[in-house]
């Protein structure tokens, strides 16, 4: 659980209302980074993990028996429960750890694995084993996001669309993320 030290010292830190930190976890993770199992909440992405193995030099098409966590394009429908996300993981790891792991979005900000570098750290193993430990782990990893992609602006103007274009990706309209953003941020502005 992030403190509410940690969500005023980090919007310090950027400058922001906390509020506006406050509405990103509650809209990427409901607001709780980890399960009820204590594995750490994560959504499994088959079309990152398609682009994954191919930079890895392994061609998808090859792969049997995995049409539900591995195929080339989006598409909705396809993620199951939250509640199943470690067993879908746990299968593409079988098929490639680093393109599986890079593949899920971490934790109570939703973090992509393949971002680890531009949340503060060395290797994708140390992103991996910091998201396990604790959710304020998940709030240094989201402010080396935020910081490294440029977006503290979009947050201090509460520019929820272009912060929802970087931070979402194309889709981010599609899913109406700008919109669950400005209604998160209501809320907890109006219980500060």
């Known amino acids: 659980m992030i403190t509410e030290k940690a969500f005023n010292d980090s919007a310090v830190l950027l400058g922001v209302e906390q ?11 409901s607001g709780d980074g980890f399960l009820p199992s204590g594995h750490p909440k994560i959504l499994f992405e088959p079309h990152v993990f398609w682009a994954e193995l191919k930079k890895r030099g392994i061609d998808p098409k090859t792969i049997t028996g995995a049409s539900d966590i591995l195929y080339e394009k989006w598409t909705t429908g396809k993620y199951g429960k939250t509640s199943a996300q470690p067993e879908r993981l746990k299968r593409a790891i079988a098929i490639n750890k680093d393109a599986a792991l890079s593949s899920a979005s971490w934790g109570r900000f939703q973090i992509m694995g393949y971002n680890w570098a531009a949340s503060g750290f060395a290797t994708l193993d140390a992103f991996i084993a910091a998201i396990h430990i604790d959710e304020d782990q998940h709030l240094f990893a989201f402010i080396n996001f935020v910081k490294s992609k440029n977006l503290v602006d979009e947050l201090r103007r509460k520019d929820w669309v272009g912060f929802a274009k970087v931070y979402n990706g194309s889709g981010y309209k599609a899913n ?14 109006g219980s500060l």
């Open 176 to 189: 109406k993320y700008d919109e669950k953003l400005a209604t998160a941020y209501s809320k907890f502005k």
């Open 19 to 29: 509020a506006v930190i406050k509405a990103v976890a509650e809209v990427e993770s």
